[in-house]
């Protein structure tokens, strides 16, 4: 399957803070060479060269062209530097010489670079001297033929040619940009992160039945249908709770397994509130805390934690002991218990599915949060005895070849996947849920014994 094409605005606003960064390393960057570079001055002399003899004087351009290359060489300025008895490397020298055949002209241009105006006049007059002494020399001897090369004096330069420094800064800031475009494409395409309900549908093969929108104000609506009953994320998870009704063309699952490719997705936080979102319909629901690795529910809401679900199932308790009701509500919990050293094994054992079998004559809906597929087997051992399974995937997080990999987990069970979830996700102004009653979250009562991390958030 192929990703959806994502727009290059898309891109800028998924990967804004990349460009922004890059940009300001690009000023920072000019800033400092606009500050640190030092005045250079520029020095020219022109030269004429006129071979004597028969020497034509389409010879002589062809000729000066072909010397044009050669006098930006340590050959022309090694004798420079003993002469003059620089401090520095003729290759150095060589690197601030430059020098262009005039077309159509048997003249040469000579350049030199200096730090010094003055400097920069010398050298280009003593690198001029040596290329007529060097013509000198290929020409022959001969006393009354002319010097075949004429130079021009080269006079001391009176303003610097370093570039403007805003010139320098806005240069920088220009590479930046450029470079922080490039690498927002590259990590944007590198990212295969389903980031949208039609990623996450593609990426799976599933229906999605829902988006959860992130949520800041979590602590103070911590359970959506009991402690915001009219923001966004309540809506999300009765959109959610009617489309695993209808999944199964219409009979529903009553023992649906919440889980997750890795840790992180949101799975118990979406568990929980789906299963709050089940008895605010009518029914009678259990959500069973199945992850024993790392059990978040009955913390969150301020249930006892040492007895629960290990409890029944060692022999130490009846389900009646242990089932609690967050603020006596319809909704039941059965705690995970005490860890077990062997959670996959107790519970792939026959003594939990003889207890999911009886939460299931009991209760209309029972809903169990697990653990993520892809770390342990613990979810594993569970699934043959459940009606559905329920996928959440975290926007922009879970990489798409690990959500297909917990797909084919799933399938290789033969449990039937009701569909996936996208937690934490960014509608932006596409805001599917709260159509318009009701009033504000922040002015709304909140159930403090309802904490719990929900998917609009981590686990």
Request: hydrophobic share 45%; with cysteine.
């Amino acid at each position: 399957m192929t990703r959806g094409f994502r727009g290059f605005p898309g891109v800028l606003a998924r990967r804004w803070r990349t460009v922004a960064a890059l940009a300001l390393a690009g000023l920072l960057a000019g800033g400092v060479a606009a500050l640190t570079a030092s005045a250079a001055y520029e020095a020219s002399t022109r030269v004429l060269y006129s071979p004597g003899g028969d020497g034509s004087a389409g010879s002589a351009r062809e000729r000066v062209r072909s010397y044009a290359g050669i006098v930006a060489s340590p050959r022309f300025t090694a004798p420079v530097v003993r002469e003059l008895r620089l401090d520095e490397s003729p290759d150095a020298v060589a690197g601030r010489v430059r020098a262009r055949a005039v077309p159509g002209t048997s003249l040469l241009d000579i350049t030199v670079t200096h730090g010094d105006p003055h400097g920069a006049a010398r050298l280009a007059n003593a690198v001029a001297a040596e290329f007529g002494a060097q013509m000198a020399k290929l020409e022959g001897p001969a006393r009354s033929r002319p010097a075949p090369v004429v130079a021009k004096r080269a006079t001391p330069p009176g303003a610097p040619v370093s570039r403007d420094p805003v010139l320098t800064v806005l240069a920088g800031v220009f590479l930046g940009l450029c470079a922080g475009l490039v690498a927002a494409l590259v990590r944007d395409r590198r990212d295969t992160a389903p980031r949208t309900v039609a990623d996450l549908a593609d990426a799976t093969g599933l229906p999605v039945l829902g988006a959860v929108p992130y949520d800041p104000d979590t602590g103070r609506a911590p359970l959506a249908c009991l402690g915001d009953p009219y923001g966004e994320r309540a809506e999300a998870h009765r959109v959610i709770r009617a489309a695993t009704g209808f999944a199964r063309g219409g009979e529903g699952a009553r023992l649906l397994v919440v889980t997750s490719a890795l840790p992180g997705e949101g799975k118990s936080a979406t568990a929980a509130d789906l299963a709050a979102a089940f008895a605010e319909g009518g029914a009678s629901v259990c959500l069973v805390e199945a992850d024993l690795r790392r059990p978040r529910i009955a913390a969150a809401c301020g249930l006892v934690r040492e007895a629960g679900l290990t409890t029944v199932l060692i022999g130490r308790a009846e389900l009646d002991e242990v089932l609690q009701r967050p603020a006596g509500g319809a909704l039941s919990v059965l705690a995970a218990g005490p860890l077990p050293p062997n959670p996959a094994e107790l519970l792939a054992s026959e003594r939990t599915a003889r207890l999911l079998a009886e939460l299931r004559a009991r209760f209309d809906v029972v809903v169990l949060d697990t653990a993520p597929l892809l770390n342990v087997a613990d979810t594993t051992g569970l699934l043959p005895s459940a009606d559905g399974c329920l996928l959440a995937v975290r926007a922009g997080a879970t990489p798409r070849a690990r959500v297909a990999e917990a797909v084919a987990a799933v399938r290789a069970v033969g449990t039937p996947l009701a569909g996936a979830v996208l937690t934490m996700a960014d509608l932006g102004s596409d805001r599917r849920y709260g159509y318009g009653n009701g009033r504000a979250a922040k002015d709304r009562p909140v159930r403090p014994e309802m904490a719990l991390p929900h998917a609009g958030q981590p686990d």
